[in-house]
Antibody, heavy 119, light 108 residues
């Protein structure tokens, strides 16, 4: 079974750093792009960026460029999302990009990691 | 960047109703359009990919159509478990995978 399992919920103070993880299993981790999606409380889904673990090619949404860093360690089939200075509370999902017949979609999704930022 | 606009933003319907949600892209995206269902406390779930292809395991009451800039998601006969928020997403621009703002489907 193809699965993405994310690290647990975090509670941090504004300005603190954080790195959350997403471990893939049941497929060849290095041959599929892994993306990250944010959902702030009461809001919709926002695409943040994506990484190809095979060569670490990384692309960011302009809205998140410079705000977060996406990385991957292919030796342990894990992708990461990190902040040097946290601001907002949100749920973060990792997703696998599946490609076929000339198009692409996100499936599966990780279970989500809730990051609470509060002083 | 490609903008995705869904309508309506919210919708009240009854069990058994036929429901249609619309998604419009700011430029042509061919058939690079996906639909997801999101329930509170759960991860979003892929329903439809490539505009009209039903994901394995998804009930046949869900269907998608459209190409270019205009797309629809139809639920032929609403079931209690279908009350959720639905999102469209374009995968034409592979540098920015934009979501629509979501349509919240509520029980009437």
């Amino acid at each position: 079974e193809v699965q993405l399992v994310q690290s647990g919920a975090e509670v941090k103070k504004p300005g603190e750093s954080l790195k959350i993880s997403c471990k893939g299993s049941g497929y060849s981790f290095t041959t599929y792009w892994i993306g990250w999606v944010r959902q702030m409380p009461g809001k919709g889904l926002e695409w943040m960026g994506i990484i190809y673990p095979g060569d670490s090619d990384t692309r960011y949404s302009p809205s998140f460029q410079g705000q977060v860093t996406i990385s991957a360690d292919k030796s342990i089939s894990t992708a990461y999302l990190q902040w040097s200075s946290l601001k907002d509370t949100a749920m973060y999902y990792c997703v696998r990009l599946t490609s076929a017949a000339g198009t692409r979609w996100f499936d599966p999704w990780g279970q989500g990691t809730l990051v609470t930022v509060s002083s | 960047d490609i903008q995705m606009t869904q309508s309506p933003s919210s919708l009240s319907a009854s069990v058994g109703d036929r429901v249609t949600i619309t998604c419009r892209a700011s430029q042509s995206i061919s058939n690079d359009l996906n639909w997801y269902q999101h329930k509170p406390g759960k991860a979003p779930k892929l329903l439809i990919y490539a505009a009209s292809s039903l994901q394995s395991g998804v009930p046949s009451r869900f269907s998608g159509s459209g190409s270019g800039t205009d797309f629809t998601l139809t639920i032929s006969s609403l079931q209690p478990e279908d009350f959720a928020t639905y999102y469209c997403q374009q995968s034409y621009n592979t540098r920015v995978y934009t979501f629509g703002q979501g349509t919240k489907l509520e029980i009437k």
